[in-house]
């Protein structure tokens, strides 16, 4: 592959209809872009990217494409490529006027971030590069569920620099999956110039190495040559001959935003130079020269799309906003799966289990029975089953369709698990290995996972599961010790399971995978075969649902609120304390942390009135310190003593054992924290 195909039978074949449709919407794009300036002066509109000088690239991409059958993922930029793939001029007005009813987001999002669920636009958002992955993933499901889906994502060139790029490329290359990649190239990310961003200022050059990558560079402005490398990627695509990449090279006529000022640091000469090349006024001219337009029909159609925007933009100016009391409304699946039942939970009859088998038989049940699951992480698959054994066997019961590795690169798991749950039929269950490295997938966690329900109004959702092994007391050192749900208890949209044993790690296991919200699945790595977490095992129908603490040992003189590794210590160090001074302690497992069983904390606290809170992670913004703040706001005249909290030491963990129990929780802090509020 090499330079764009030259027009052949796909552009020859386009009737005058069709193609004076193009023509219509890309002149719809750019009265859009100019009439939400105007509106932006008025105060009616706060922000707007515009696509002048981007259109034809975008519709002579969209065109080759089956709306509401193949996906897409565009980017900001896309309002052509939105217009010629299925968006109304009604319902981009509606989100740029952030009112009700607006596909992508119904005013929750900021305009310009696309999405439409019967187009099967997945809702965007803002940070670059991250839509890369999550097209990668939904072509992945395309291609296990044997369909002819073709998956459609964009960029500019600056969002390329994103190492989320590379990895998307990779993984589509690797597995062949149907995905286009459109690059439009306008030589500046906001102010930075091409140059600085890319070695030989083309995405073309930096991605030949990839093996199975298919590759055009074209003309953005030139209708018949986008058309053509669209309709012969799309092709590759449906005949399972891999992803290509297209880069456009495109002109920016406006500024980045409405919030850049591009004269700052753009020559008036090439403002000019770009001006020139504006890719309508090149259509126009190819369409007279077909025979499809002429010069009278050129003002009559821009007079009637112009007139038909002003409309549109006047009757969703009187359209209602947003529902204020809706505002948390979409933040999680409005209902849980499974819901909170009966709390009393049964006697388990099965034989003894540890930890880490108790997970390994919660997915091979949850496998069975669905068999739109999926697992898959660094070292699942193969006969390893990952580096802690949870996965061992899976891929031999389940097949290497449904168990398999992924690279060496969390974001890549993440990213691809968001964009196999948008599907639909997917759950993903995804094994991150050591919570000290799920870092580089914070950005697809928080701002992409958690957010999708609620910037898109509760009409798109990823349910999955990110099993990670967290944890110290295992002589792991400073980068695979870490306790990480102090982090993820502060985003919203994200549920964050921390189990203390082998039951209710299967119970809790079995419920995530059932979810209707993404899980954070906590796992320590210190439990995964200790005696003392060990217990008989559940039944396959023993379902634990979420946020539901467990009242351990009960008491009525001090509560202790803990969770993961904190839990058997905390009811080593009550027994101590009760012996040594005569109390009653009530421990209690919270076994999840969102959604938090207040009540039961509560509860307890108001019959004790006095509490020690107990975890792993480090004091200074750790999860104990918001139930330590609910406690003083919600039984605060119930107190007889401080609150008092037990954690890990402001510090890394360290490897040398004397130095690693020196910075966690001991027993023996426990006991000395007891002790004090006994003598309160």
């Given amino acids: 592959m090499g330079q764009a195909p030259a027009a052949g039978n796909g552009v020859l074949s386009l009737s005058r209809e069709r193609l004076l449709d193009v023509y219509r919407n890309v002149l719809t794009a750019r009265f859009i872009d100019a009439k939400i300036m105007t509106l932006l002066k008025q105060g009616k509109v706060f922000f707007h990217i515009g696509g002048s000088g981007h259109e034809i690239a975008q519709a002579a991409t969209a065109l080759a494409l089956r709306p509401g059958h193949d996906w897409a993922y565009p980017y900001y930029r896309d309002l052509a490529f939105a217009i010629q793939f299925g968006y109304s001029v009604e319902e981009v007005m509606l989100e740029a006027l952030h009112r009700k009813g607006g596909p992508s987001s119904n005013g929750y999002s900021m305009p310009f971030h696309y999405g439409h669920k019967r187009l099967r636009i997945v809702a965007q958002s803002s940070p670059t590069g991250t839509q890369f992955l999550q097209a990668v993933g939904t072509a992945m499901g395309a291609m296990k569920d044997g369909t002819d889906e073709v998956v459609y994502v964009s960029s500019g060139e600056g969002a390329t620099s994103e190492g989320e790029f590379h990895e998307a490329i990779n993984w589509a290359a690797r597995g062949r999956y149907p995905v286009i990649f459109l690059v439009q190239n306008n030589k500046y990310a906001i102010s930075v110039p091409v140059a600085d961003q890319l070695a030989g200022e083309s995405v073309y050059e930096i991605v030949k190495g ?262 110290g007391y295992i002589h792991g050192g400073l980068y695979h010790s870490q306790s990480i749900d102090g982090f993820f208890t502060h985003i919203p949209g994200v549920r964050v399971v921390f189990p203390s044993n082998a039951a209710d790690a299967k119970g809790l296991l079995k419920t995530a995978c059932r979810q209707g919200d993404p899980v954070i699945f906590c796992e320590h790595k210190g439990l995964y075969r200790q005696s003392f977490a060990a217990s008989a095992e559940p039944s396959e129908d023993y379902l634990l649902p979420f946020g539901i603490a467990k009242v351990k040992k009960a008491g009525d003189d001090i509560t202790v609120v803990t969770w993961g590794m904190l839990v058997q210590r905390s009811l080593e160090a009550a027994r101590k304390v009760e012996e040594a001074h005569g109390v009653s302690i009530e421990v209690i497992d919270l076994r999840t942390l969102n959604p938090l069983d207040g009540e039961t904390v509560l509860r307890s606290v108001r019959k004790t009135g006095k509490v020690l809170i107990a975890h792993e992670d480090t004091l200074t913004g750790g999860f104990g310190a918001e139930i330590a703040a609910i406690i003083a706001a919600e039984a605060f005249e119930h107190l007889d003593a401080p609150v008092q909290r037990v954690a890990a030491k402001d510090s890394p963990i360290p490897y040398g054992p004397g130095l690693e129990n020196a910075m966690l929780p001991q027993e023996s802090d426990l006991v000395a924290a007891l002790t004090r509020l006994t003598r309160y």
């Fill in 210 to 471: 990839y093996k199975g990558l298919s590759r055009f560079r074209v003309d953005g402005g030139d209708f018949p040559a986008v058309f053509e490398a669209a309709t012969e990627a799309v092709a590759l695509a449906r005949s399972g001959e891999g992803p290509t990449l297209i880069e456009a090279d495109t002109v920016r006529l406006l500024a980045h935003s409405s919030s850049d000022d591009q004269k700052k640091y753009r020559d008036p000469k090439e403002l000019e130079e770009d001006a020139r090349k504006d890719p309508i006024p090149r259509f126009e001219q190819f369409l007279v020269a077909k025979g499809c337009l002429d010069r009278d029909a050129i003002g009559r159609i821009r007079r009637e799309v112009q007139s038909l925007v002003n409309d549109v933009a006047e009757r969703c100016e009187l359209e209602p906003l947003p529902d204020e009391s809706e505002v948390t409304r979409y933040v999680y699946a409005p209902t849980p799966a499974p819901p909170p039942g009966d709390t009393l939970e049964p006697e388990h009859t099965g034989p003894k289990v540890v930890m880490v088998d108790a997970i390994n038989h919660a997915l091979a049940e949850e496998m069975e029975r669905n068999p739109g699951m999926l697992i898959y992480g660094e070292d699942v698959g193969g006969n390893k089953g990952g580096v802690f054994t949870a996965t061992r066997g899976l891929v031999t019961k389940f097949g290497k369709r449904r168990v398999f590795n992924s690279p060496l690169a969390e974001a890549s798991i993440v990213g691809t698990a968001f964009g196999l749950a948008v599907r639909g039929n997917h759950v993903p269950v995804v094994e991150i290995q050591f919570g000290d490295y799920i870092w580089p997938a914070f950005m697809q966690i928080r701002d992409e996972v958690a957010m999708l329900r609620y910037r898109s109004y509760n009409e798109w959702s990823c349910p999955m599961v990110i099993r990670v092994a967290v944890g």
